[in-house]
């Protein structure tokens, strides 16, 4: 069973600083995505990865890959408030995604 | 494209009741679908994955008679949660799966909130 450990579970963070949110997983997997979640709504697809080393950005969004470490972060650059959410990584085993707790985001000014 | 509904967005249903919610691929065909459960300030826990003209799979202490996945065609599948109690209301969210080309990714449904009273 691949299991998923997501941290922080919470940050609260002021405008225009910079911050990084990790994913660790516990076996070999082939692909990694990254949703971020507002309240009330459903996943927004934000960075699929699918090999080591890979990287990609977004706006103020970075993610990336590190296979042999199981890990995979999310960069947030000089954040603003329209990034409050949540985000989710989801490595996965076969077709199946498993989801991390989840970083409840709050940026504040 | 690759756009996944779902209906009704939100339900409020007796306690005793049994309700529907369908999940449709309106671009796409989806050889699979996956239902999600998700209750406040917490995670995705995956429900069941079906296969168009199949049983559905369901995840460890998941009720297969409680909560009955139908996927009959490549682009519908609906739960239909039976004799619903409170401890059901959660939201459930669908996600669809293609063939060809779009096999990587999960395209997820808007979700349904549904609240027993």
């Known amino acids: 069973e691949l299991k998923v450990e997501q941290n922080p579970l919470f940050l609260s963070m002021q405008e225009g600083k910079n911050y990084t949110i990790y994913c660790n997983y516990s076996t070999t997997s082939d692909r990694l995505y990254w949703y971020r979640q507002d309240p009330g709504k459903s996943l927004e697809s934000l960075f699929v990865?699918?090999?080591?080393?890979a990287v990609k950005q977004e706006g103020r969004l970075m993610a990336s890959l590190d296979t042999k470490a199981r890990l995979s972060t999310l960069h947030i650059t000089a954040a603003v408030h329209d990034l409050s959410a949540t985000y989710f990584c989801a490595p996965t085993s076969g077709y199946a995604l498993n989801f991390g707790k989840g970083t409840s985001l709050l940026v504040t000014p | 494209g690759a756009v996944v509904s779902q209906h009704p967005s939100r339900v409020i249903c007796k306690s005793g009741t049994s309700v529907k919610i369908e999940c449709r691929s309106l671009?796409?065909?989806?050889?699979?679908m996956f239902w999600y459960r998700q209750f406040p300030k917490q995670s995705l826990m995956l429900m069941a994955t079906s296969n168009e003209g199949s049983k559905a799979t369901y995840e460890q202490g998941v009720e297969k008679d409680k909560f009955l996945i139908n996927h009959a065609s490549l682009t519908l599948s609906t739960l239909t949660v039976t004799s619903a109690h409170p401890e059901d209301s959660s939201f459930y969210i669908c996600?669809?799966?293609?063939?060809?080309?779009?096999?990587?990714?999960?395209?997820f449904g808007p979700g349904t909130r549904l609240t027993v009273t």
């Open positions: 996600s669809a799966r293609g063939a060809r080309g779009l096999s990587y990714e999960q395209y």
């Open positions: 990865l699918l090999s080591n080393g």
């Open positions: 671009d796409f065909q989806a050889t699979t």
